[in-house]
């Protein structure tokens, strides 16, 4: 009962996370009006907040849905490998981002290159992390 009760409060506060990230991809869209922010950067910024916005939705969906029944049964469903990739990008991102900064204003002298370091290790993370979990699931060929 305590599993089902943390993971209601977990998914009640991811739900909560996904409808923050929302409205924060609606001030984002707001930058298109503006003619003095960049095209590609506010795509990339709407991007960003509305994966967010989408991965907790989907875990929160989830941690209710097991909240609510008890069941805890893995489908294999299109989500789940779409969560996991998006998931895995955040820790790599947020995790590299204070080191990046660091880097970029201390050594590099250019903080304007620490965003797309950051971005880079989050996409490079999130990909390791799928391919190890694609590999672990069996789905590569196996070699001779």
């Known amino acids: 009962m305590t599993k089902r ?13 996904g409808v923050y990230a ?3 991809a609606l ?3 707001q930058d298109f009006r503006d003619p003095n922010v960049g095209f590609w950067p506010t795509i990339l910024g709407e991007t960003i907040v509305c ?23 893995q489908r294999p469903s299109w989500m789940r490998p779409i969560l996991i990739t998006i998931g895995l990008f955040f ?3 947020i995790i590299s981002l204070p080191v990046a900064f660091l880097c970029a204003t201390r050594v590099w002298g250019n903080p304007d290159i620490a965003l797309p370091i950051s971005l880079g290790v989050g996409l490079i993370s ?5 391919g ?12 001779k």
């Open 51 to 73: 994966s967010a916005a989408f991965v907790g939705f989907g875990i929160g969906i989830r941690f209710l849905y097991f909240g609510w029944t008890g069941n805890d049964k």
């Open 5 to 17: 009760t943390l993971a209601t409060a977990a998914g009640a506060l991811a739900i909560l996370g």
């Open 27 to 29: 001030n984002v869209g």
């Open 91 to 93: 820790p790599g991102f």
């Open 132 to 143: 190890l979990h694609l590999k672990r699931h069996g789905a590569f060929p196996k070699r």
């Open 22 to 24: 929302s409205f924060l």
């Open 126 to 130: 999130s990909l390791v992390c799928v």
